[in-house]
């Protein structure tokens, strides 16, 4: 099968022929038709972060797909061949033909989403409803702050913290202010303009944070007492979660065919809706990674926030397409 592959760390992607993987008996084999950029695949492609996110070189990145069953071991009854599946796992293996995954992370495609649209969704859509209900435990009537509410995961979040009834505020650049009130939320502060702490007039239930750095170190001043702080990007800090007497901890996406199969009903029925920015063609993956580069907002558990290098000029996800419906 064609794949792209990180020969050694730090060096060019390499689009060529690779074995097609075979599975084992609680397998199944997904004949890929779309898989998307994610942060973490570069983290892991550049080494930097190597003692933490440990990869087997050569390694194909790609933790997200969408594509349709070609093969199922003997073991496998939930899916059969021909059935049109999404999903995220946490080894990689996605910019490729073909994956072998386990049933326990993947659902049925939502069917009134493209192939490219439902590749886009995994990672983000999972990594906002653990976020939100696992870690940060939002309910009804609670108050939120999205730090980075216009990017991949933060859309997700802004619409499922909406939906589940929470009043939502989002910090973001000011251009996104008309797309962020557009999904759910109530207040849109500009980062680049304005101090959260200085513009919010209460103090809220729960600070989900994906940025990092600075921002989040200035989230504890406008959490309540006995709030949560979830962080997608570094470590929280202990000492500060005692000074306030609040929650914290940094989250890692567990990918869960429930969570999943949640978030594939509410795309199915339109109440929450996927964001793909572009699309490209699978050999252009360096391409599509050149232009993520630019844009992030931090290393898991390595590196706060920095000055941006150039902004993609639009939110959504990037998708790179494998295979043509
Ligand atoms: N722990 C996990 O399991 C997990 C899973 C998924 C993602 N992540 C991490 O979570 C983070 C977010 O991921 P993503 O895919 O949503 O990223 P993304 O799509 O690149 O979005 C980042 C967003 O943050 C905005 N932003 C940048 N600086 C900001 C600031 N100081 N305040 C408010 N907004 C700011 C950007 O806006 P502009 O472009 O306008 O500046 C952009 O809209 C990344 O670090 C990613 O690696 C972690």
Not at 110 to 129: D, I, K, M, R, Y
Not at 205 to 215: A, N
């Amino acid at each position: 099968m064609k794949a792209v592959r990180v020969l050694e760390y730090g060096r060019q992607l390499v689009f060529n022929d690779v074995p097609t993987p075979t599975i084992a008996r609680d397998e199944i084999l997904v004949k890929i038709k779309s898989t998307a950029v994610n942060h973490l695949d570069l983290v892991k492609a550049s080494g930097t972060a190597r003692q933490i996110l440990p990869i087997d070189l050569p390694w194909i990145p790609g933790h997200e797909f969408s594509g349709v069953v070609e093969q199922i071991g003997s073991d496998v009854a939930a899916y059969a061949p021909g059935d049109a599946v999404f999903g995220a796992n946490e080894i990689g293996g996605a910019y490729a033909e073909y994956l072998t995954v386990k049933p326990a992370i993947i659902a049925r495609k939502p069917s009134n989403l493209s192939f490219e649209e439902a590749a886009s969704a995994p990672v983000a859509a999972q990594t906002a409803w653990q976020g939100l209900f696992t870690h940060g435990h939002l309910e009804k009537g609670q108050t939120i702050l999205i730090h980075g509410g216009a990017g991949a995961v933060g859309g997700y979040a802004v619409q499922l913290a909406s939906h589940a009834g929470a009043t939502v505020t989002a910090t973001a650049s000011g251009a996104d202010e008309a797309y962020l009130k557009s999904i759910g939320a109530s207040q849109v502060i500009d980062y680049r303009e304005a101090q959260f702490e200085k513009v919010l007039r209460k103090k809220v239930d729960v600070v989900f944070d994906l940025i990092g750095g600075e921002t989040q170190k200035r989230s504890f001043l406008v959490l309540k007492e006995g709030g949560h702080l979830v962080s997608s990007t570094q470590p929280v800090s202990k000492e500060e979660t005692a000074t306030h007497r609040v929650s914290g901890e940094m989250m890692r996406l567990a990918p869960s065919a429930e969570v999943l199969g949640r978030i594939a009903r509410l795309l199915e029925e339109g109440t929450i809706r996927p964001d793909v920015a572009t699309v490209y063609a699978l050999p252009d993956a360096a391409q599509a990674w050149k232009d993520i580069a630019g844009n992030l907002p931090g290393v898991h558990g390595m590196s706060p926030s920095g000055p941006r290098a150039a902004r993609r000029g639009s939110h959504g996800k990037i998708v790179l397409r494998v295979q043509s419906a």
